[in-house]
């Protein structure tokens, strides 16, 4: 599907990247609205080649957003364009599959009002206001009856309606405070759903796909949902998950939340319970005799959870120091390490590890504080690193 397009205006550009925005005089890409991204494609003229990776809309037409992969575009510049027709049917699944979803929470849950959604081409994010808890036992409805809306294959209605008549339909939906006035287009699938949408839609429901709720989050009284439309692959993926999980957890299938329920419970009381212990923990520390601030202690087999809050509050009360706790374990050998850097000390410890490459140590965090594994777990070549990279630093 080709079609012609005449550049009016180079709305921005950068050159270096050869990245435009481009005022079009014609052509289909479709912008964006309804919460969905505009149509991707390609424009091309003699020496000229751009690749399209949004469309927006302007008033005196469409503006393209991209990158110049050969020449430069010219005002006036007649080219050929070309939609990315399989991202544009995907994104037409999706929005439609999002018609189809919200419509089920709203009707089996009054007073869920959709705020708006964001449709992607691997998952559409749905953002949505409930002063109740949302659940899977909602959305998991919501998804059969997608799936029953979808199997039924219905047609799926594009209409343009003045607003004032659009917003009499039965059960319409629409924001409508964000809707000027004129010509409202409202997409409809007769005897399930009305809306006002400036988004792609597929021609049928059947044509959605199967579709597949992948997970929720949120809080009253604000939550969002995500899903996608290729649920086929998917439904094996987690299958084959949960049937892992079920063989490692060892219970009937039908208890299986309520055990790991009970686990994340248990770690819990297990975390509180150690940060109890950890105000008895006094640390063997020593300080290094060869000049600069730094201390240490080693504590075999110990837990870092158990020993970080004690070497906190160790560091909180000397500024000025920094302390590093080793934790090797008693059979491999290796083990965890601690590293923190008082308030006071001057050092930004960020690139240590990068720089210390003899540490052979793997782990992260912030200027001040680090911590990971390493396969040394000498007091003395931990300490010695640390008080170069500190000499290094402040020359």
């Not at 699944?93 to 189809?100: K, S």
Request: proline residues 6%.
């Amino acid at each position: 599907m080709t079609f012609k397009a005449t550049i009016l205006e180079i709305i921005s550009s950068d050159e270096k990247k050869k990245k435009y925005s481009l005022l079009l005089d014609g052509g289909n890409f479709r912008p964006s609205g309804g919460g969905q991204p505009g149509d991707s494609g390609v424009l091309r003229a003699g020496g000229f080649y751009f690749l399209v990776e949004d469309a927006e809309k302007h008033p005196r037409g469409t503006v393209v957003k991209g990158r110049a992969e050969k020449g430069a575009p010219i005002p006036g510049m007649e080219a050929e364009g070309e939609v990315d027709m399989e991202r544009h049917a995907l994104l037409s699944r999706m929005h439609t599959g999002e018609h189809i979803l919200t419509r089920a929470l709203e009707d089996a849950n009054p007073g869920l009002r959709i705020q708006k959604v964001n449709v992607d081409p691997a998952e559409t994010t749905v953002y949505l206001s409930w002063e109740g808890e949302l659940d899977w036992e909602m959305l998991f409805y919501a998804e059969r009856e997608g799936e029953r809306i979808v199997a039924e294959d219905l047609p799926v209605e594009t209409t343009y309606l003045p607003k004032e008549e659009a917003m009499k339909l039965p059960g319409v939906k629409g924001l409508w405070d964000r809707i000027p006035e004129g010509k409202v287009r409202v997409v409809q699938i007769p005897g399930y759903d009305v809306i006002a949408c400036s988004g792609s839609h597929v021609s049928s429901t059947g044509e959605v796909g199967s579709l597949f709720v992948t997970g929720y989050n949120g809080s009253a009284p604000n939550w969002e949902f995500r899903f996608s439309v290729e649920g086929a692959p998917l439904r094996q993926e987690y299958s084959e998950s949960a049937r892992r999980l079920h063989r490692l957890i060892g219970c009937r299938l039908n208890q299986m939340e309520q055990v790991v329920a009970g686990y994340q419970d248990e770690n819990g009381r297990l975390k509180k319970m150690l940060e109890r212990a950890s105000q008895y923990i006094n640390l063997p520390v020593k300080d290094y005799d060869g000049g600069a601030p730094v201390s240490s202690a080693v504590l075999p087999g110990m837990s870092r959870d158990l020993a970080a809050p004690a070497a906190k509050r160790w560091s909180e009360a000397r500024p000025d120091r920094v302390l590093i706790l080793l934790l090797p374990d008693r059979e491999e050998g290796d083990g965890s390490f601690l590293l923190y850097a008082g308030k006071d000390a001057g050092v930004d410890f960020s690139k240590f590890l990068k720089e210390t490459p003899s540490l052979s140590a793997r782990g992260g965090g912030r200027k001040d504080w680090l911590n990971g594994l390493s396969p040394v777990m000498t007091e003395s070549a931990w300490v010695e690193a640390a008080a170069s990279y500190m000499e290094r630093r402040q020359a």
